[in-house]
């Protein structure tokens, strides 16, 4: 995204605004409302750059799709809400030797539960539901359901969107209920369940769950799971190639499932369709799935400008938090074999990532008999990938993992960068214009009413003056560089040493310094 919106206040304007606030003729409030700008990216060759690293990422891919034996393999890479690059090798029917392409549809398996999240939320959105309304508010069966223990708390539609009701891991077993009718899975409820773990407390991931929202999007919408699916998010978005029912997929798109026995290919039967395709039956294809990311890129960044999509932004930035904590890696290697920590979690439909770098990812995989998928991106960076294979549960998160670490290295990526908001650089000048003497800072009226019981005046005065004079002569004051609309950080360059200030801001409707700390840095 450029920097200019189609809200956004020209500079021009922003200046004259800024010198009539300085002089008192325009209130504070009304200035800082007018001019909120979103972070933006800087590099306006960016995309040229990402589209000559092009070669090397179809090089990781089809190496990796040969390494892996793959039958058949398609991936693309989504930049800014765009299909930039899609390509693919190996065929979608081995027999009939039926080549992959970009409009071949693979089944995506558990890269669905999002699809059944965004349902969730954007019933939510329209008062429909509440997500800590109790299960049983909309499957009575689920009433008599016992817990682990008799001081559990109700089992809520939270919890099943985030792997965190108590049910055990049912991956092999819940791949094959894909077929089961609705009536089937109701028996099970009423038939019992058993529990792993008190409901609230532990991330497992649960089939099971997400098969019991689809249930509740049935029964909340008034029609099918499916249809609504298919209704309110894929034929908006123009997904025309996206199917439940494999039998209703064009013969010359379906793309084939395979198992690798004894060195010999077999077969899977595909599985039909049925109450867990809210857990993971859609099928696809990269060029359908990729506006369905792009519809997750342009969530980002927060801004005014007017929000008629399927879905708030808001929902859909809900959805890229992080809701429940899974695992704390501190021996993660990138595929590059640079040390870089992450810790994972899972909010509702997406599993979240961020690592030691603050890269947050958020995505999903898949994987069913006869297939395996994956996609990630990374909304700081506006980018994602996303590839599908058709081997039994391949492997296919490790290769984009290292496309994107290999797309923000060879582009030389940066994350959207947050303009200084005007409060922001006028209490950096009125800090500037104090120090090292602080005079009269008191009577200054910018400092909140907790500063100077919190940093006395003597000490303020004592420590400034020793760091400036151990600095030398000021030579250049750098950029701000905020860290939100209220707090940020600048350095003052001296002849011998570097001078660092951050400060915070208060919440209140003329903003004043609360917290404010001055350093010495090397230079």
């Known amino acids: 995204m450029n920097r200019t919106t189609t809200n956004q206040i020209p500079p021009i304007f922003l200046k004259i605004y800024y010198c009539l606030w300085i002089i008192g003729i325009i209130p504070l409030n009304l200035y800082a409302q007018k001019s909120y700008q979103p972070p933006y990216f800087e590099d306006t060759k960016r995309l040229t750059k990402i589209k000559k690293a092009i070669p090397v990422i179809e090089e990781l891919y089809k190496g ?3 390494k892996n034996n793959f039958p058949g393999f398609v991936f693309g890479v989504v930049v800014d809400g765009n299909l930039i690059y899609a390509d693919y090798t190996g065929y979608t029917d081995l027999k009939k030797k039926t080549v992959v392409n970009t409009k071949s549809v693979f089944r995506i398996a558990s890269m669905t539960k999002s699809f059944t999240a965004m349902a969730i939320l954007k019933l939510r959105d329209k008062g429909k539901l509440n997500l800590d309304d109790p299960v049983s508010k909309y499957i009575p069966q ?24 108590g049910f055990p891991e049912d991956n092999p077993w819940g791949d094959r209920q894909l077929a089961d009718t609705d009536v089937e899975l109701l028996q099970l409820v009423e038939g019992g369940i058993t529990f792993s773990n008190a409901p609230g407390l532990q991330y497992e991931y649960s089939n099971l769950g997400f098969a019991l929202l689809g249930n509740i999007i049935t029964k909340v919408s008034g029609k099918p ?21 494999y039998t209703k997929v064009p013969a010359d798109q379906l793309a084939h499932g395979y198992r690798r026995l004894n060195d010999q290919w077999q077969e899977e039967a595909l599985l039909h369709d049925g109450s867990y395709g809210a857990m993971g039956g859609m099928l696809t294809s990269i060029e359908d799935f990729s506006r369905y990311m792009a519809l997750h ?9 007017a929000d008629n999509g399927i879905i708030k932004r808001s929902s859909l930035r809900e959805m890229h938090q992080l809701g429940r904590i899974n695992t704390l890696n501190a021996q993660y290697k990138y595929p590059s074999g640079r040390l870089c920590p992450t810790v994972s979690g899972y909010n509702f439909g997406l599993r979240w990532t961020k690592d030691c770098d603050n890269r947050v990812s958020v995505g999903h995989s898949g994987g069913l008999p006869g297939f395996g998928s994956n996609w990630s991106v990374l909304p700081d960076y506006g980018i994602g990938v996303v590839c599908f294979s058709n081997l039994t549960y391949a492997p ?15 582009a030389e990526l940066k994350p959207r960068k947050l303009p200084v908001s005007s409060i922001l650089e006028k209490r950096k000048n009125e800090i500037i214009a104090l120090l090292p003497d602080w005079k009269n800072a008191v009577n200054s009226g910018i400092f909140a ?24 002569k000021v030579i250049k004051v750098r950029e701000l560089m905020p860290e939100n609309q209220l707090r940020g950080v600048f350095i003052m360059e001296g002849e011998k040493a ?6 915070t801001l208060t919440p209140e409707k003329n903003p004043l310094i609360q917290e404010f700390h001055i350093n010495a840095v090397k230079k």
């Open 498 to 503: 570097n001078i660092q200030v951050s400060f």
């Open 449 to 472: 009413e907790n500063f100077f019981p919190d940093n006395p005046l003597e000490i303020l005065q004592t420590q400034s003056a020793e760091i400036f004079a151990n600095a030398g």
């Open 297 to 305: 890129l342009q969530a980002w960044p927060p801004r005014d400008e």
């Open 64 to 66: 990796y799709a040969e």
């Open 142 to 165: 689920f009433a008599k359901v016992q817990t682990l223990t008799k001081d559990s708390p109700p089992i809520t539609i939270r919890h099943l969107l985030t792997h965190s009701a």
């Open 225 to 245: 799971y499916q249809q609504y699916i298919t209704e309110t998010i894929c034929k908006p978005l123009g997904m025309t190639s996206t199917y439940w029912e």
């Open 396 to 410: 296919t998160g490790a290769i984009n993992v290292q496309v994107l670490d290999s797309l923000i290295t060879l």
